[in-house]
């Protein structure tokens, strides 16, 4: 009697397959065909207006948005100018007396420069340097990115020790071809208090043209008054 129970339960699980592999009418079942081939393409409907026409430039060249993310930071000279056409031998009886009070709670203890002629520049033993040229020119691929982010480049970190204020940072400098022509890049810096950094670079045709700077002098003014300078030894 107990063997009579496995058996028929084994018929009846082998009766429910087969009935499962059957349609409803009882006949074979069915093969599902896989498709050898994709539908025939249908063309996309013309639609004029979907796309916006190009907008047409006046001008090739690096746009505001294209010379990186480190000029961004930078007051810079990129234009050549006609200062030469100024320039007298008489000029130094003509300068202003500017007015100095320098001011001990204001210091400029670091003043860093880079000069970036492109990578195919000569390399140096100093991999912190490669660096920063490298990403100076990070993201520019065409030549006019290229040519825009060439220049010599100044951080210039400086302090306020005493109470906020309102500064102006002047960056004065001469070029290597421009010989004793002085030119000048400033900057606003309001609600300055404790550590701060300026930027300065003088970057494409103005460096194309002038060359590397060979002399600066960096002063912090209050209003018109000088209360923090620093500059190089041949100024």
Do not use: C
Not at 23 to 28: A, K, R
């Amino acid at each position: 009697m107990r063997r009579i129970v496995p058996l028929a339960l084994a018929g009846f699980l082998s009766a429910a397959s087969a009935l499962a592999q059957t349609d409803d009418s009882g006949g074979p079942p069915k093969v599902t065909k896989t498709p050898t081939a994709l539908p025939p393409p249908k063309a996309e409907p013309e639609n004029p207006s979907a796309y916006a026409a190009p907008v047409a430039r006046e001008k090739e060249g690096p746009s505001e948005a294209d010379v990186g993310p480190v000029l961004k930071h930078f007051v810079r000279a990129s234009k050549t100018d006609d200062l030469a056409l100024t320039q007298r031998a008489d000029n130094a009886s003509l300068a202003v007396q500017e007015k100095i009070a320098l001011d001990k709670h204001i210091s400029i203890p670091l003043i860093h420069d880079v000069q970036n002629d492109g990578p195919e520049a000569p390399g140096s033993d100093n991999h912190s340097l490669e660096f920063e040229v490298a990403y100076l020119n990070w993201g520019a691929v065409t030549q006019e990115q290229l040519l825009a982010r060439r220049g010599h480049y100044f951080t210039i970190t400086w302090a306020n020790h005493g109470p906020k204020g309102d500064f102006t940072t002047r960056f004065q400098y001469r070029q290597v071809k421009s010989k004793e022509i002085v030119r000048t890049l400033t900057e606003n810096m309001p609600k300055v208090s404790g550590a701060a950094r300026s930027y300065f670079a003088v970057v494409d045709q103005a460096y194309l043209a002038y060359g590397p700077v060979v002399s600066w002098r960096f002063t912090v003014l209050k209003g018109d008054t000088i209360v923090a300078e620093a500059k190089s030894f041949i100024w």
